[in-house]
């Protein structure tokens, strides 16, 4: 017959449940600074590929998604009947549009997307479009690479026409008949830039400092745990007696 009394059943069990939660919680700060490693060095390798030799239209199509974050000069023509502004966009504290341009690149077949840079919304006509000088004829541009326009939160499908909400480039694709490559540039103003578009592009964000807090976080929880079983069941019961 089992004379424990409750209190003595509750005193076997904390610690093995006290051990599987400061394991839990130590596991997961462990994983957050691994994380954090990862993320560092991501920033490390973004910082090499921006210190790299600008690449032209053919390292360009070549590099692919690997080439991710490097500087490219490019050659070609604009496409500005299948230009997009995408609203919504903020740039230095205000909201306006990003202007994607398809530019057809000279001697290949490849069509890359060209976020063109900022400008500010009409307040008193939403669907009023910026201005901008017409152009003709080939254009030089640099920038960097990057992947798809930011997407913002939308409900339904994306629409078409010369304002959107999001731009998703495979459906875009399928949509113009264009030959585009999976990525996209983001112009820099240098040669070949429109005049009245804003290029004050952030650097990319990796957020180390976000799993650092989180593993913070993790590891006092551990700590408290194992602090609270060891004053209710150990220096306390002693400090009575």
């Not at 479009?129 to 992947?147: H, K």
Request: glycine share 8%; charged share 20%; proline share 7%.
């Amino acid at each position: 017959m089992n004379t424990s009394s409750p209190a003595d059943r509750k005193r076997r069990w904390l610690l093995p449940l006290t051990l599987v939660g400061v394991a839990l919680t130590a596991g997961l700060c462990a994983w957050q600074l691994d994380r954090a490693g990862q993320k560092r060095a991501l920033e490390a390798a973004i910082a090499q590929r921006a210190q790299a030799p600008a690449l032209d239209a053919a390292g360009l199509a070549a590099a692919g998604e690997q080439g991710l974050h490097r500087r490219v000069r490019l050659q070609g023509q604009w496409l500005a009947q299948h230009s997009v502004w995408l609203e919504n966009r903020p740039m230095d504290g205000r909201v306006g549009f990003f202007l994607v341009t398809p530019l057809r690149l000279s001697g290949r077949p490849e069509v890359v997307l060209v976020q063109r840079g900022w400008a500010p919304r009409d307040v008193a006509d939403r669907s009023r479009l910026p201005t901008l000088p017409p152009e003709a004829g080939e254009t030089v541009i640099e920038g960097r690479m990057a992947a798809s326009p930011s997407r913002l939160y939308q409900l339904g499908e994306a629409g078409a026409g010369r304002i959107r909400q999001n731009l998703d480039p495979a459906a875009f694709a399928r949509e113009t008949g264009l030959p585009l490559l999976p990525l996209t540039v983001l112009q820099t103003a240098h040669e070949g830039a429109t005049p009245g578009l804003l290029r004050d592009w952030p650097a990319p964000a990796v957020d180390i400092h976000k799993h650092y807090g989180y593993a913070a976080q993790w590891a006092a929880l551990s700590v408290l745990q194992l602090g609270l079983y060891v004053w209710f069941q150990v220096l306390r019961p002693r400090r009575s007696r």
